[in-house]
């Protein structure tokens, strides 16, 4: 015999202020096990941050990076990865999950020693890896790259 239907307003709910990636995927984690869930944002899914991020998800990127947060940013981003076809297959949105390339930039010698950190970071986690470009190199990729710059880091 099951156990009697929980009355909808019995149920456990979580409100997720942010309609952004962060908000919306943290609804939909505690909506999978029957959490009812409500998602509270100003404006639409999407549209502030997360909507002109170029890329988002960068476990190597961020505060306590490298540092205390690394593990839990690598499996947040191994966690997203895994679920990316059920997400698409259940909104019926194609969302263009990707993984894509961020230039990280020199504009003043200091910022190089910074950059050769990130490098070896990048370089020594699986799956992902990242290459000095000089000034010339950058502006071809991207003719809009402040003239300035010293060079680069195009890390994936």
Do not use: C
Not at 4 to 25: D, K, L, N, Q, Y
Not at 102 to 127: H, I, Q
């Amino acid at each position: 015999m099951s156990a009697p239907a929980t009355p909808h307003s019995a149920r456990p709910t979580a409100v997720i202020v942010g309609a952004g990636i962060a908000g919306a995927f943290s609804a939909y984690l505690a909506a999978r096990p029957g959490l009812r869930t409500i998602l509270i944002d100003r404006d639409d899914v999407g549209a502030h941050a997360s909507g002109n991020n170029p890329g988002g998800l960068n476990p190597l990127h961020g505060p306590g990076i490298p540092g205390p947060m690394q593990s839990l940013a690598m499996e947040s981003f191994h966690v997203h990865l895994q679920l990316w076809d059920e997400i698409h297959r259940l909104s019926e949105i194609d969302f263009l999950g990707r993984r894509i390339s961020r230039v990280f930039l020199a504009l003043e010698t200091n910022d190089v020693a910074g950059l050769d950190k990130a490098k070896s970071l990048y370089d020594s986690t699986p799956g992902f890896d990242a290459q000095w470009l000089d000034r010339d190199q950058l502006r071809r990729i991207e003719p809009r790259i402040n003239s300035a710059a010293l060079g680069g880091l195009l890390a994936s």
